[in-house]
């Protein structure tokens, strides 16, 4: 089948999805004394509205692909190198006490958990199609604005798939 940018962020957002459960082998959430979770996105988080967000929140951002041509069997595939961001962002509220350090603790948390779980399963996708997938850096941010504190971990990943 013919690679689908869209499919593949999708399927990562449905794995990331299902991994943020207590019943889960490893819980993307485990370890957050705030809370959970609280959404999973596909798009950008740079340039967006974040009144309307609930954090802590992750987003999947595709970044481009390349292709390569390779001979397996009998037909002819492509190697493809898919590079995307897991950006995870953990927001406190100024007022809260010490939530600054509270902030940066609970996204420290959840890019471990996610760095955990993609290192668990490599392959980030139930398609044969995925070969692996593999954390190529890891980047820490703190933003501030009037009333909130964000800390973010960008999560840099490649994913080799084969594509018609």
Same mark, same amino acid.
């Given at each position: 089948?013919?690679?689908? !940018?869209?499919?593949?962020?999708?399927?990562?957002?449905? !794995?990331?999805?299902? *991994?943020?459960?207590?019943? *889960?082998?490893?819980?993307?959430?485990?370890?957050?004394? $705030?809370?959970?979770?609280?959404?999973?996105?596909?798009?950008?988080?740079?340039?967006?509205?974040?009144?309307?967000?609930?954090? &802590?929140?992750?987003?999947?951002? &595709?970044?481009?692909?390349? $292709?390569?041509?390779?001979? !397996?069997?009998?037909? *002819?595939?492509?190697?493809?190198?898919? &590079?995307?961001?897991?950006?995870?962002?953990?927001?406190?509220?100024?007022?809260?006490?010490?939530?600054?350090?509270?902030?940066?603790?609970?996204?420290?948390?959840?890019?471990?958990?996610?760095?955990?779980?993609?290192?668990?399963?490599?392959?980030?996708?139930?398609?044969?199609?995925?070969?692996?997938?593999?954390?190529?850096?890891?980047?820490? $941010?703190?933003?501030?604005?009037?009333?909130?504190?964000?800390?973010?971990? !960008?999560?840099?990943?490649?994913?080799?798939?084969?594509?018609?």
């Amino acid at each position: 089948m013919a690679f689908n !940018i869209k499919t593949f962020s999708d399927n990562v957002v449905n !794995i990331l999805t299902n *991994a943020n459960t207590t019943t *889960a082998t490893i819980d993307i959430s485990d370890g957050l004394t $705030d809370k959970r979770v609280q959404s999973i996105k596909l798009g950008y988080h740079v340039n967006k509205s974040h009144l309307n967000i609930l954090y &802590p929140a992750i987003w999947i951002e &595709p970044q481009s692909r390349s $292709d390569q041509f390779a001979q !397996i069997g009998n037909n *002819a595939k492509r190697d493809m190198i898919v &590079p995307f961001n897991i950006v995870a962002i953990v927001q406190t509220g100024l007022g809260s006490i010490n939530g600054r350090e509270n902030s940066d603790s609970e996204m420290l948390q959840l890019s471990s958990n996610i760095e955990t779980f993609i290192r668990n399963n490599i392959r980030l996708s139930s398609t044969s199609d995925v070969l692996q997938t593999l954390i190529t850096n890891v980047n820490y $941010d703190v933003t501030e604005d009037n009333d909130t504190y964000n800390s973010i971990s !960008i999560i840099s990943c490649e994913s080799k798939v084969l594509s018609i």
